[in-house]
Antibody, heavy 117, light 107 residues
């Protein structure tokens, strides 16, 4: 059974940092693109970042460039999102998802990040 | 960036109805389009990829069509489990973008 389990969310002050993790199992992790998608409370889905199978290519939405860093550890079947300089606009549920291409069939349950003083 | 516009934003329908949701891209995306269903408090679920390919395990009442800039998701006979919000997503180029969503409500 495929499982993606996010962790690391929580309450952080504006300007703070947080590192999200996503632990994967049940599929050949190193063969899949991985992504982070977020959803602000009551809003739609927003793609955040992608990383290629070997980590050689990374892509970000403009609003997080220079502040967020996506990474992966294929030996640990894990995906990460390092987030810095957080603002209230980053408050959202963050989902990790995987795909052999860029349509995402496997999703985690999400982890909530709240940026507030 | 490619803008994805869905219509309608809300749709009221009854069990057994045929439902159609439209997604328009601001430029051609060939067939690089996916559809997702999301229920409250849950992660999105992939329904359709490459505009018309049905994801494994998804009921055949769901179908997708279109290419270029105009796409549709159809549900042939709406079931109680189908009331949810639906999103389209283009993966023609970066940044990947989603439509604003269509909420299908019980009439």
């Amino acid at each position: 059974e495929v499982q993606l389990v996010e962790s690391g969310g929580g309450l952080v002050q504006p300007g703070g940092s947080l590192r999200l993790s996503c632990a994967a199992s049940g599929f050949t992790f190193s063969s899949y693109w991985l992504t982070w998608v977020r959803q602000a409370p009551g809003k739609g889905l927003e793609w955040v970042a992608n990383i290629k199978q070997d980590g050689s290519e990374k892509y970000y939405v403009d609003s997080v460039k220079g502040r967020f860093t996506i990474s992966r550890d294929n030996a640990k079947n894990s995906l990460y999102l390092q987030m810095q300089s957080l603002t209230a606009e980053d408050t959202a549920v963050y989902y990790c998802a995987s795909s052999p291409s860029h349509h995402y069939g496997y999703w985690g349950q999400g982890t909530l990040v709240t940026v507030s003083s | 960036d490619i803008q994805m516009t869905q219509s309608p934003s809300t749709l009221s329908a009854s069990v057994g109805d045929r439902v159609t949701i439209t997604c328009r891209a601001s430029q051609s995306i060939s067939s690089w389009l996916a559809w997702y269903q999301q229920k409250p408090g849950k992660a999105p679920k992939l329904l359709i990829y490459k505009a018309s390919s049905l994801e494994s395990g998804v009921p055949s009442r769901f179908s997708g069509s279109g290419s270029g800039t105009e796409f549709t998701l159809s549900i042939s006979s709406l079931q109680p489990d189908d009331f949810a919000t639906f999103y389209c997503q283009q993966y023609y180029n970066y940044p990947l973008t989603f439509g604003g969503g269509t909420k299908v409500e019980i009439k």
